[in-house]
């Protein structure tokens, strides 16, 4: 099976088709619902057009809006589904906010912690 929270149905279902949620176009009206329900039509206008990436077991599909992060502000939104089942992994609606030049040279002269998890 395709994980520990899949059950015999949704293995059988993705063998079958692909998954609940098995085109690009299907996820992308998906996250379009989700956008326009949680903050409105003119915000899924402004996150257009959503770009999507396969991602093996999930769907990755950002919008459009400030991607760039050239203002402060709303910017683009992630919305990452999973095949199988069209679970909702994630969703949000990242904010941009540049840091004042000097502060960022304090922050670039700090030690680096390692990661938790490079080891």
Not at 3 to 16: A, H, R
Not at 46 to 66: F, H, K, M
Not at 86 to 91: K, T
Request: charge should be neutral; include cysteine.
């Amino acid at each position: 099976m395709t994980s520990d929270d899949d059950s015999p149905l949704d293995y059988i279902q993705q063998m079958l088709t692909g998954g609940v949620v098995n085109t690009s176009a299907l996820a992308s009206k998906l996250a379009g619902a989700l956008i326009a329900g949680h903050y409105g039509d003119k915000e899924l206008e402004l996150q257009l057009p959503l770009t999507i990436a396969d991602q093996g077991d999930c769907w990755l599909v950002e919008g459009s809006r400030n991607k760039d992060r050239a203002l402060e502000g709303t910017g683009h939104a992630i919305v990452k589904i999973k095949k199988s089942n069209g679970a909702i992994l994630q969703f949000m609606i990242r904010a941009v906010m540049h840091v004042d030049p000097r502060a960022q040279a304090i922050v670039d002269a700090q030690p680096k912690v390692k990661d938790r998890n490079q080891r």
